[in-house]
């Protein structure tokens, strides 16, 4: 599975920014789609993730009620709409493909993954 992510920029708190992830190749081997990000100096977390059937998400607590995972399986596209940014959320996002049930929450877990796109929130 190839992914494209796109969509970050240069927005201030409060704003919104809406990512897009474009998978192809062996799209019918996808389980599950996840975004992460990854702030200059720490570690890659996880930020939202969504089941490809089924459409079961999860959120990571910092971004619960201000991102919204979605997914569109006909255009092989999954979404993160970010809401109530705030300068925390400035990071490289990452999209990530699981092709095999189980856990979605780590890094490990993802067997894909497309380039980051930067997202910047000035305060």
């Known amino acids: 599975v190839q992914l494209q992510a796109s969509g970050g920029g240069v927005v201030q708190a409060g704003g919104s920014l809406k990512l897009s992830c474009a998978a192809s190749g062996r799209t019918s081997n996808i389980y599950t789609m996840g975004w992460f990000r990854q702030a200059p100096g720490k570690d890659r977390e996880i930020v939202a993730a969504?089941?490809?059937?089924?459409?079961?998400?999860y959120y990571a607590d910092s971004v619960k009620g201000r991102f919204t995972i979605s997914r569109d399986n006909a255009k092989n596209t999954v979404y993160l709409q970010m809401n109530s940014l705030k300068p925390e959320d400035t990071a490289v996002y990452y999209c990530?493909?699981?092709?095999?049930?189980?856990?979605?929450?780590?890094?490990?877990?993802?067997?894909?993954w497309g380039q980051g796109t930067l997202v910047t929130v000035s305060s």
């Open positions: 969504i089941k490809w059937s089924g459409g079961i998400t």
């Open positions: 990530a493909a699981r092709s095999s049930p189980g856990s979605y929450i780590w890094e490990e877990d993802f067997d894909s």
